[in-house]
């Protein structure tokens, strides 16, 4: 009893991801090359033309999702048009296209399954074709669909010579949205796609893909790749893979060293390689100094048996555990024998790329990264190597993972270690605790190197607040305050982190209670119920009962109350009490004293400290509007002419202007020291 095979259901059960919606277009392509190979074996590359024509909508349906600046939208893709001269539907061809699974050119890797690949991105199929057959040229016509299977047609007129054209239409919604949509990118697949034609010996035919108003050849995309070659090949398990490594002209295009996969002549699948052996990266450089980039394809009899039908991946597994009950290679095995054989074929470029990730991250931890500087030994000797080319940002978080690496490993000894220290201590003891002990205090010293470049960062991005932009405009108030502390927080809401108040006093850091830019009311040191909202204000309590925040020296019996007002860069308007910085701080200063004060927890502070000192700051340019007010208050300028200062002796209070510059200028200095020892830039 003879079985019989339904069209309708093996197209249904024939997978095509979105993501190759191309694919019957490629294998269109390649049954073309293959029919130009079979009638010209010994001038492919003189005698074979192919061409391929995109067909679009005729009227103004358009594509949107190609739109982009510069570029209209294009019209939606209906088909494809596959044109070769190649040797035609023969009798022998004929009958293998009509016989589902045929194995007629098992030879070269065929499955008979790309017609089905056809009916399932497309509605139908035309096929118009002409051949030899004892020197007469005969021509046949059909239609191909899941509906009514293999329709011939009326024998066509007007062929002159051998060939095929096959006419792909009725793309379907689904993959035409998933599709390339230029014919630049729909030239670049096909070329990808059948890229070992072009490079084997003999080349290929002559192809051309055009739209309505673009040509694109691809043998001008082997002239782009600027390439040289060579072979290699290595067995795993009694099974040969064959190489051919390409050394690229760098391009965006050729962006990462790749590995393709091959069967049956065509790229199956390719994957990055990137980083996979120690400096194989995109820009490498050949004796010459030349850049190149390297991609393998990768080719065998073995990945032809393992090719799935629908040419999209192979039915290898990825690898396997344990001891495998199979001898064959999986996927892993082939890809770790590849990079065996490229650490030969690029043992030069590989060699120097190494040297100057080396140079990088030197370069980069002296000027930018000083932080790694105390663990750069444990780093170099862990076999980091990165792209030269990589930007900073990246080359930031990549020595931050070796980083942390090493203190997990740290972490992990020190248990191990303190674990062996109870009971009898093996014989290495001594010197695992040496080691430890070593680590963990280059550890330390990476995170004061990182805590001081930190600060380092903080003052240029300060330094840039106070600059002016192209319009001679200056950033708002808000943004230094948020720099310095977050605005409408109090210190119960924000840890010490989270603050640059020493930029200002490095006292400033150690306070019983600071509000950032909240009410007087809301405030629990005071009972006062003002709504008014000092930028910064704080206080500190040196002992039990006594409150000293910033005070200066060391035994102040009394809590202080410091004050922070910050205006606007360049701001010229201080001409009245409610918009002089000077009066507004001595005013919160005042109305603090006349509120019941307490600790930040509540408690009462003894009446004999009432009248705590206070300390008020005001960050502002010394404008002309702000000078007046300084010496209104019997200040004092400082010697390099970027502040006031004075006591108020009605208010009791201590008072300094302190203009942007003199901010950056001071806080520069104090951390001179740090800077320099790491090697940062202080000025």
Request: hydrophobic letters at 35%; charged letters at 25%.
């Amino acid at each position: 009893m003879a079985l019989t095979t339904s069209l309708a259901g093996r197209v249904r059960n024939t997978t095509l991801p979105k993501t190759h919606a191309l694919l019957p277009l490629h294998e269109a392509v390649v049954n073309g090359i293959q029919a130009i190979d079979t009638r010209f074996p010994n001038d492919v590359a003189g005698r074979g033309r192919l061409s391929v024509r995109i067909h679009r909508e005729a009227h103004a349906s358009l594509d949107l999702g190609t739109s982009a600046p510069g570029r209209a939208p294009l019209k939606i893709i209906t088909g494809f048009s596959v044109e070769d001269n190649g040797i035609g539907f023969t009798a022998e061809n004929m009958t293998s296209f009509e016989t589902l699974d045929s194995d007629f050119k098992a030879g070269i890797g065929c499955r008979g399954v790309g017609r089905l690949l056809w009916l399932v991105a497309f509605d139908r199929v035309e096929v118009r074709s002409a051949y030899y057959d004892d020197e007469t040229l005969f021509a046949r016509e059909f239609t191909f669909s899941v509906s009514q299977d293999v329709v011939p047609g009326a024998s066509p007129d007007g062929l002159l010579d051998a060939g095929t054209t096959v006419r792909l239409d009725g793309f379907k919604k689904a993959y035409q949205q998933s599709a390339a949509k230029t014919a630049e990118s729909i030239a670049r697949e096909i070329f990808e796609h059948c890229i070992w034609y072009f490079l084997r010996e003999g080349g290929a035919p002559d192809v051309i893909v055009s739209d309505d108003d673009e040509t694109f050849s691809l043998k001008d995309f082997v002239d782009e790749l600027g390439h040289t070659e060579t072979v290699a090949s290595f067995e795993i398990s009694g099974h040969r893979f064959e190489m051919l490594n390409l050394r690229l002209k760098t391009s965006a295009r050729n962006a990462t060293p790749r590995l393709h996969w091959c069967a049956a002549n065509r790229v199956v699948k390719d994957e990055s390689i990137a980083g996979r052996l120690p400096g194989l990266y995109a820009r490498m450089k050949d004796d010459t100094l030349a850049e190149f980039t390297y991609v393998c394809y990768l080719s065998s009899t073995f990945l032809d048996a393992h090719v799935r039908a629908d040419r999209t991946d192979f039915d290898l597994p990825e690898r396997l555990p344990g001891d495998a009950l199979l001898d064959e290679p999986t996927l892993d095995d082939i890809r770790t024998g590849v990079l065996e054989e490229v650490s030969k074929a690029l043992a030069k470029p590989l060699a120097s790329a190494q040297i100057a990730s080396k140079e990088r991250i030197n370069e980069y931890v002296s000027t930018k990264g000083p932080k790694f500087r105390p663990l750069m030994n444990r780093i170099e000797s862990a076999g980091i190597v990165v792209d030269p080319s990589m930007k900073d940002s990246d080359l930031e978080l990549e020595l931050h993972k070796h980083a942390q690496r090493i203190e997990t490993a740290v972490l992990a000894e020190g248990q191990a270690v303190f674990a062996a220290s109870t009971g009898t201590k093996p014989e290495d003891y001594d010197e695992r605790l040496a080691e430890y002990l070593e680590t963990v205090k280059e550890l330390n010293q990476s995170d004061l190197a990182n805590y001081v470049a930190r600060r380092r960062t903080t003052l240029d991005i300060l330094a840039r607040l106070i600059e002016s932009n192209g319009d001679g405009k200056y950033a708002r108030e808000e943004r230094i305050h948020e720099l310095l502390f977050p605005m409408r927080r109090d210190s119960n809401e924000v840890g010490v982190d989270a603050s640059n108040l020493w930029i200002l006093d490095e006292r400033l850091v150690f306070h019983d209670y600071l509000a950032s830019d909240k009410t007087l009311k809301s405030m629990p040191i005071t009972d006062d119920g003002s709504t008014n909202r000092p930028d910064i204000l704080a206080t500190r309590i040196r002992e039990a009962d006594s409150p000293v925040l910033a005070a200066p020296g060391q035994k102040l019996p009394l809590k202080s109350i410091v004050v922070v007002e910050l205006k606007r860069p360049m701001r010229n308007d201080s001409t009245t009490d409610d918009k002089n910085p000077i009066a507004q701080c001595l005013d919160y200063v005042a109305r603090v004293r006349e509120g019941r004060i307490t600790t930040a927890t509540g408690r009462p502070i003894p009446s004999s400290a009432q009248e705590p000192p206070a300390f008020c700051y005001v960050i502002a340019d010394l404008t002309p509007t702000m000078e007046r007010q300084c010496k209104l208050s019997n200040l004092t300028k400082t010697h390099d002419g970027l502040g006031y200062f004075g006591y108020v002796e009605p208010y009791k209070a201590y008072v300094e202007v302190i203009s942007f510059d003199g901010l950056v200028n001071a806080a520069t200095e104090r951390n001179r020291a740090f800077f320099d020892r790491l090697g940062l830039p202080s000025s």
